[in-house]
């Protein structure tokens, strides 16, 4: 069981708006900031947001982040089929005093 | 450009140890924190620890306390993972990244892995 909780998957067609969202709790999403990671079939997770709703340079503004309270999400316009990809959300723990993920979100681009 | 490097595969046996080396380029090595992340088969992503490539300060999850070490060599800019006792549920993908970020630790974060390195734990 993940810290962070992520529906399991999630679908859209090309060209829609589909939210990916990440629940935890007041010792790592509520105090802390929020980190989502993509992870393309048989590569590596690239980072796609940092600091709750910063984008790294190269990733597109049609990925979004934004952080409310215990939960944060992922926002993605004019979907494609390459964003076709486990999405994982991050943060720090204090609790913990460790990074946790969550268990991540498969996205199906239909 | 930035990039890290890892080690080839490896296959051990249960209680065996297994060294996995990352080498980075494009950038001042000790500037920056290294941390490793393992993927086992169909599962999530879990952290393991990071070590500071400046002087060598590590953390290390709880669950894996006592078995894993990290080190760096700053003559070759490599950082290594070595994990002992292994057991078939380590059987895993182990990524290793470059730590961004300044000031507290929620600040921090993974901006450029390394391809991962398969680790298969198996008698």
């Known amino acids: 069981q993940s810290v962070l909780t992520q529906s399991p998957s999630a679908s859209g067609t090309p060209g829609q708006r589909v939210t990916i969202s990440c629940s935890g709790s007041s010792s790592n999403i509520g105090d802390n900031n929020i980190y989502w990671y993509q992870q393309l079939p048989g590569t590596a997770p690239k980072l796609l947001i940092y600091?709750?709703?910063q984008r790294p340079s190269g990733v597109p503004d049609r990925f979004s982040g934004s952080k409310s309270g215990t939960s944060a999400s992922l926002a993605i316009s004019g979907l494609r089929s390459e964003d076709e990809a486990d999405y994982y959300c991050a943060a720090w723990d204090d609790s913990l005093s460790a990074w946790v993920f969550g268990g991540g979100t498969k996205l199906t681009v239909l | 450009q930035v990039q890290l490097v890892q080690s080839g595969a490896e296959v051990k046996k249960p209680g065996a140890s297994v060294k996995v080396s990352c080498k980075a380029s494009?950038?001042?090595?000790?500037?920056?924190?290294i941390t490793w992340v393992r993927q086992a088969p169909g599962q999530g992503l879990e952290w393991m620890g990071w070590?500071?490539?400046?002087?060598?300060?590590?953390k290390y999850a709880q669950k894996l306390q006592g078995r894993v070490t990290m080190t760096t060599d700053t003559s070759t800019s490599t950082a290594y993972m070595e994990l002992r006792s292994l057991r078939s549920d380590d059987t895993a993908v182990y990524y290793c990244?470059?730590?961004?970020?300044?000031?507290?630790?929620?600040?921090?974060?993974?901006?450029?892995w390394g391809k991962g390195t398969t680790v298969t734990v198996s008698s």
């Open positions: 070590i500071s490539a400046y002087n060598g300060n590590t």
């Open positions: 494009g950038y001042t090595f000790s500037n920056y924190l």
């Open positions: 600091w709750n709703n």
């Open positions: 990244a470059r730590v961004s970020g300044s000031g507290a630790t929620y600040y921090y974060y993974m901006d450029v």
